[in-house]
């Protein structure tokens, strides 16, 4: 995967922003694209209750800028999901990665001449769907894991490799009944049988799968401040 364009600007609040954009297959040099207003734009469903259901929370942009010889939107339509994903900085920081959503075909209309490209992208989750949960080296799970760990394996599976931390802000009391047996204590540290996350005796479940499974319509699972957050939300 090769980075082929890049898109620079500067925020609102005067932070050197860049955008890269890598291709699978692309090669030659970097081409610079002159970015329009709102160049990077961030949503999240948990922002929109008509959508928002509690589990895996996406987060979704756009990427917004002029096109030039050469370069259209039919430019970025990759094959497959993940042939084109783009890298987010700010003072040279990076904050985002994510996956630019592959389209049917390009604009019936676009036009000859420069015009405006508004690319739609996500953070790449989806990609999991196709990911089958193994251990680091890619083998077969065996024996207990934490679910933390689980979480960190499914993460790092994603098509951008993965360099943001995990953060839990759950912490679960044990009770029977009524009383109270245990000290607060974090639930992902807790040791389940990695062969929860099969689907029959010798199929496992997608990373996505497992990612759902752990939400349980209880958590939340999203991506803020540089960091992939587990919350009761």
């Known amino acids: 995967m090769a980075k082929k364009y890049t898109i620079s600007f500067n925020s609102f609040d005067d932070k050197d922003c860049v955008i890269d954009i890598y291709i699978n297959g692309a090669s030659g040099d970097v081409i610079e694209l002159d970015p329009i207003l709102d160049a990077f734009v961030i949503e999240q469903d948990r922002t929109n209750s008509n ?21 259209t ?14 890298k987010y900085y700010e003072d ?10 592959p389209f049917d075909g390009g604009s019936p209309h676009e036009p000859e001449g420069m015009y405006s490209i508004s690319l739609s992208a996500e953070s790449g989750l989806k990609y999991l769907k196709n990911k089958e949960f193994r251990d ?45 047996k245990g000290a607060t204590g974090d639930f992902f540290t807790k040791l389940i049988d990695s062969e929860a996350f099969k689907n ?27 960091k992939w957050v587990v919350d009761y939300n």
């Open 51 to 71: 959508t928002y259901t509690r589990g895996i929370v996406d987060t979704y942009y756009n990427l917004n800028f002029h096109s030039k010889e050469g370069v």
């Open 73 to 86: 939107l039919q430019t970025f339509n990759g094959e497959e999901y993940g042939d084109v994903y783009f």
């Open 92 to 101: 040279t920081v990076l904050l985002h990665t994510g996956i630019i959503t």
């Open 136 to 180: 680091a080296s890619g083998a077969i799970l065996s024996g207990k894991i934490t679910l933390s760990k689980a979480l960190g394996l499914c993460l790092n599976a994603l098509q951008v490799p993965n360099v943001f931390p995990i953060q839990t802000r759950i912490a679960i009391e044990t009770y029977i009944g009524a009383t109270k």
């Open 200 to 226: 029959g005796a010798n199929t496992w479940m997608s990373c996505y799968e497992v990612l759902t499974a752990i939400c349980a319509d209880t958590f939340d699972l999203y991506f803020e401040n540089q």
